[in-house]
């Protein structure tokens, strides 16, 4: 009784936490879109290493704003590796890219 569900994300109740909590996005939400994110609308992904095809058309599905990785894969990378997915002008939505080159730390 005490346990909410909304998909696969675990909420708990009132009576759980003590009724001191924020609300969470679904409690949020009065019918208003507005009041709610869209998916992940405004987010930024942070990744070690460039996403596949797979992967990266996942992120435009979701509708990320920016997406870091570190480490390209010229073979099978999505975002400059391969080809540039986001660059593809015929999706319904594009999100900025950004390789941010992992610096080797030189020993003493």
């Not at 609300?23 to 996403?51: H, I, K, N």
Request: aromatic residues 10%; contains cysteine.
């Amino acid at each position: 009784e005490g346990v909410r569900s909304w998909g696969n994300k675990r909420k708990r109740s009132d009576t759980e936490t003590g009724g001191d909590t924020a609300p969470s996005v679904s409690d949020r939400g009065d019918g208003d879109p507005e009041a709610e994110p869209y998916l992940c609308t405004g987010f930024d992904c942070y990744l070690w290493r460039e996403p596949c095809t797979m992967c990266a058309m996942a992120l435009v599905h979701s509708r990320v704003r920016r997406i870091t990785f570190c480490v390209p894969d010229p073979k099978w990378g999505a975002l400059g590796g391969a080809f540039r997915l986001h660059s593809l002008t015929s999706l319904n939505h594009h999100y900025e890219v950004f390789h941010w080159p992992v610096i080797e730390a030189s020993k003493p």
